[in-house]
């Protein structure tokens, strides 16, 4: 199965919900005038990776970090609400998968706690899957909550049986083998990591899964940052790359086939096939002929876990 897919690595409007969202829209309708059947975000990209958690002190500079949280939590996603609605739409218009990373609000218990997710939108207009990354890495944590297994799932779409794994869940063995488990054919990977050591297991996992990686950070410069953010002249006091992007596609046998893209703010292109996962697959499937379930085995949790069960 062939398909055209779009990764978009230009920067979102920070800590701005909708606008952030309405530049998404944007983005899939010129992916999909250019054919793109499927086309992926940046890990957090409504509304924004927290970058500034790998600057500031937890500890030491508590009042500046709560205020930028703050304006984090309001630009959070409550998917029981309508906020994603023009970008469901959008998939919908142009028959178009979307994966996209948001900054999603835990809205049915504590109604604070902030989630890193990726959602699949389906070219239905339907939402396919929310997989919350599982363990926010290192600062990561003092904004984000660590997510359940109910995501953890491989779904079906136009262009082959995708999952997603953010960041540094695609060094988790076990996160990725639960994926190659269910036919994986396209793994994306939404990440803030960029350089070679970042393409080097992109190769690997897709030699190791038997197939496609599709990855990308935020091409983001200092001047991207909104006017009115925090201390902006502190936190970002000088003109630089904060992180390059790096978009990149890796095929079945680890061969990268498009980019990686560097401190460019645009959409990299390329084309899959699903039977070159087949292909590879058929002298190396760690999860079939090349498992010993004799020797090993995983059980994985899926089932959705939840802080509080109530009685009436």
Avoid at 66 to 75: A, D, F, N, P, T
Wanted: net charge neutral; charged share 25%.
């Amino acid at each position: 199965m062939k398909g055209k897919i779009a990764i978009v690595q230009n920067p979102p409007v920070y800590l701005d919900r909708d606008k952030t969202v309405t530049l998404a829209v944007k983005y899939v309708k010129e992916a999909a005038k250019n054919g793109a059947a499927l086309v992926v975000f940046p890990e957090a990209y409504v509304s924004g990776y927290p970058t500034w958690i790998w600057r500031l002190r937890p500890g030491g500079d508590m009042g500046l970090c709560g205020e930028i949280h703050e304006r984090m939590l309001k630009s959070a996603v409550d998917l029981s609400s309508d906020a994603m609605g023009p970008l469901l739409d959008i998939s919908k218009q142009r028959k178009v998968t979307v994966v996209i990373g948001i900054n999603e609000i835990d809205s049915e218990y504590s109604g604070t706690t902030i989630f890193n997710t990726a959602v699949t939108i389906g070219p239905d207009g339907s939402i396919l899957n929310r997989h919350r990354k599982l363990m926010p890495t290192n600062p990561e944590r003092m904004v984000w909550g660590a997510g359940d297994a109910s995501g953890l799932r491989v779904v079906k779409t136009p262009v082959g049986r995708i999952g997603t794994l953010l960041c540094w869940e695609n060094y988790m063995p076990l996160a990725r083998y639960a994926l190659y488990a269910q036919n994986l054919e396209i793994l994306i990977a939404p990440t803030w990591d960029v350089g070679e050591v970042w393409q080097a297991s992109m190769r690997h996992i897709a030699r190791e899964g038997g197939c496609w990686v599709l990855t990308t950070a935020t091409a983001l410069e200092s001047s991207d940052m909104p006017a009115d953010f925090p201390e902006r002249d502190t936190v970002f006091p000088s003109k630089e790359w904060i992180n390059d992007g790096g978009a990149m596609v890796v095929n079945p046998s680890g061969s990268i086939v498009a980019g990686p893209l560097v401190k460019k703010k645009e959409i990299l292109y390329a084309e899959t096939d699903t039977d070159a996962s087949k292909k590879a697959r058929r002298s190396l499937d760690v999860a079939g002929h090349y498992s010993r379930p004799d020797i090993f085995s995983l059980e994985i949790n899926r089932g959705a876990t939840k802080p509080v069960d109530f009685e009436d």
